[in-house]
């Protein structure tokens, strides 16, 4: 196990600085930049309605963008969710954007990844890509190590006054308490540097109260020992799979492709 799949297994998440040229940052800024202009049905607008800024989701672009998709199959994401996740192979799940434009104030909620998807299993983490400088005042994202180990809870809206809100709190796992801020570590990141995540680590950001806007691109990997999870409905578009309860990913090899090999 190399050092960096150690501290994945310890605090589960690590940073890899300059994983991305500057090739590649400016290639996947140019392609948020194009989603953002014409959202895709998949779109979401955290903000409320006439709060300040601009908090944008979008997610499942390499579907439709040649440029998402070369993150995926080109780039070196998925060999780092490889070692981190000590796996032995990674398969794509899914991607997604969030972009803070100054002066936003919403923040991002504390909640964990894993408890929104149908799947189960250690071996699912996001690789967190940026593509702004990011530190505390454009939103950097907090991290609760070792939370990966603790249970998994309820998912959390968010945006308040959401459907999914209706949804979510009809789940019958626990309300997330705010964790111990001793246990919290952020990251000032350049532009090409990223951070691996374990599904179940607890996590949240502040609002962009800087002049410059926090885009960033999240990409979800999965390991071999993922499985099908029925009976969640707080994620429809995974739910589109279809797959049998306890199925493997192969099972559907065209929506969740092999990325890399060890």
Sequence with gaps: MSARAEAYAQDGVVCARGLLDAGWVTRLRAAVDRAMAAPSNDAME??????????????FMHRRDADFRAAFFDSPCAALAGEAMDAAEVRLLYDQIFAKMPGTPRRTPWHQDGPYWP??????????VALDPIDATSGAVAYAR????????RPAPFRA???AAARYAQSAL???AAPDPESLIAFDLAPGDAVVFH???????????SDRPRRTLAL?????????????????RLRKANLADGAPLSARDDLFPVLWRR
């Design 46 to 59: 955290f903000n409320a309605e006439g709060e300040a800024g601009r908090f944008f989701g979008d997610m």
């Design 119 to 128: 799947l189960s299993g250690d071996r699912l983490c996001t690789v967190y």
């Design 146 to 153: 070792g939370s990966h180990r603790a249970e998994a809870f």
């Design 161 to 163: 006054g959401a459907d």
């Design 174 to 176: 626990p309300e997330l």
């Design 199 to 209: 599904a179940n680590l607890v996590h949240g950001a502040g609002g962009n109260k």
């Design 220 to 236: 979800r990997f999965a390991g071999e020992d993922v499985r099908w999870r029925t009976g969640v409905s707080t994620f429809r």
